[in-house]
């Protein structure tokens, strides 16, 4: 099996969009985001963590864990994917572009 793993072709999705997060740990090892820099540098504030469970990205693809937060009034997912014991937020994006 190859280990090497492209991560230009793995990142570059049409719906899948990684964003930078500001999150807070909580003392039992939760993460919380707490605001988010889509990809064109918009600054968002989560307003709220609604829920959050283990999904897959029926659009994007990916697993991992599925935050339901508040953002301006509107609820959208992030999720939380772990690849080789590294962490990364990412978002649907809604069109192809």
């Known amino acids: ?9 793995y990142m570059d999705s049409d719906y899948k969009v990684y964003v930078d997060v500001t999150e807070t740990r909580l003392r ?3 993460l919380l985001p707490q605001s988010l820099y889509w990809e064109d540098g ?7 963590v609604l829920d959050v469970r283990p999904a897959a990205s029926l659009k994007a693809g990916g ?3 599925r935050y ?3 953002i ?18 990412f ?7």
């Open 1 to 9: 099996m190859n280990d090497i793993v492209d991560y230009k072709q």
């Open 28 to 30: 039992d090892g939760t």
């Open 42 to 48: 918009a600054y968002y504030v989560i307003d709220r």
């Open 63 to 65: 697993a991992g864990l």
């Open 68 to 70: 339901t937060v508040r």
């Open 72 to 89: 301006q009034k509107k609820e959208v997912f992030m999720f939380l994917e772990e690849d080789r014991n590294v962490l990364r937020w």
């Open 91 to 97: 978002m649907e994006r809604k069109e192809r572009q």
